[in-house]
């Protein structure tokens, strides 16, 4: 892809430095060299933060603690999503996996999320599967499709979960903004989104450097806090966590209940009030009823099967807990004002 002189030169900016040698750690098992494969059109604020972690970690540190490179599936540069070039170190056929420690994938909202197989190949090798392995954003796609996660517990993107849990059902989502999971043969760390690349990158320096040193990191980053390992960071709308936790209660029921619906009466009865309070709560809170937001719930996850996977519609249809195709295409042309097949087309 050609880019501008301009373009190129504030890519290359993310270039390795050379000063940052590879540090040896495969017998203490701390993560130091790190190689991050980056996607087409990957997310620029999800690799600066992350990378901005470890090169921070040095300047307090006054020395190489960690290093990083920049890899690509083929080619010199990667454009990313705001348009700028990554000049990167070494392509997948390149890279010489006995001088790192962690491989992650870096995605973006803009990426596509269908198997790449040249890249499903390299996570496939032996040597790979030893490595720790991370993603940023929705790179886990990668790892998933390479059969990596088997059933680990992983952090994804809000808008990319639906298609995630039909595409890798045995995988387990949880509703945070990162992962750092110790797996039977190597460690697992994901991250759902740009600002939460930092948090896990933080959290993952805190294992090898301890708290106080990576509040040192903050202070210079200006971050606000450091997470604690595990802690939630929900990625529901800011407007959510103002809602009674009966009403976040009832549409988390919803949302984890679309193929098989449940009814009014089942919900009010899981959450443990009457049929009448959740009425109520969703007339006060949302100006809608309890049926509208299911359904509306259902039409969103749909676009996003539609836009973000393969399967057919009338998969979808019954995936959203529509009894025909006919009666989830006028659905969704009322909501949408579109067809279904009009989506697909024009993601």
């Known amino acids: 892809m050609a880019e501008t002189t301009s373009q ?50 040095n300047l307090l540190a006054e020395s190489e603690l960690f290093s990083y490179q920049l890899v690509s599936i083929e080619g010199t540069s990667i454009c ?15 890279l010489n996996l006995a001088q790192i420690d962690a491989l992650v994938i870096c995605g973006g909202l803009r990426v596509d999320l269908q198997v790449e197989p040249v890249l499903t190949r390299f996570l496939r090798r032996p040597q790979v599967k030893t490595l720790a392995l991370g993603s940023l954003w929705n790179g886990v796609f990668a790892l998933a499709h390479a059969g990596l996660l088997d059933a680990a517990p992983c952090a994804v993107h809000r808008e990319n979960r639906a298609s995630f849990r039909e595409l890798f059902s045995k995988v387990e989502l949880k509703n945070r903004g990162y992962i750092l999971y110790d ?13 939460s690349a930092l948090d896990m990158m933080l959290e993952l320096i805190v294992e090898s450097q301890g708290k106080h040193f990576v509040r040192g990191i ?18 529901h709308d800011a407007s959510e966590a103002q809602l009674p936790q009966n009403l976040k209660d009832v549409i988390a029921l919803m949302e984890n209940n679309m193929e098989e619906m449940l009814t009014p009466e089942e919900i009010a009865a899981l959450v443990g009030i009457t049929r009448r309070q959740v009425e109520r709560l969703f007339q006060r809170y949302l100006g809608s009823t ?13 676009h996003q099967l539609l836009t973000q996977t393969q399967l057919s519609m009338s998969d979808i249809s019954l995936a959203c807990g529509f009894v025909s195709y006919p009666h989830f295409s006028k659905c969704y042309r009322q909501f949408f004002n579109k067809t279904p097949s009009s989506s697909r087309k024009q993601p």
């Open 80 to 94: 990313g999503d705001l348009g700028f070039s990554a000049v990167v170190d070494a392509t997948l056929a390149e």
């Open 183 to 195: 797996g039977p043969h190597n460690k697992l760390f994901t991250c759902a989104g740009g600002s």
């Open 8 to 57: 190129q030169a504030a890519g290359s900016m993310l270039a390795t430095d050379t000063s940052l040698g590879p540090v040896t750690n495969k017998d203490t098992g701390e993560l130091r060299n790190f190689a991050f494969v980056l996607l087409e059109k990957f997310s620029m604020m999800a690799l600066t933060s992350a990378i901005d972690a470890l090169r921070t970690a």
């Open 218 to 235: 903050c202070d210079i980053l200006t971050c606000d806090r450091i997470n604690d390992a595990g802690e939630p960071a929900f990625l």
């Open 290 to 302: 309890p049926t509208r937001h299911y359904l509306e719930l259902r039409l969103k996850r749909s």
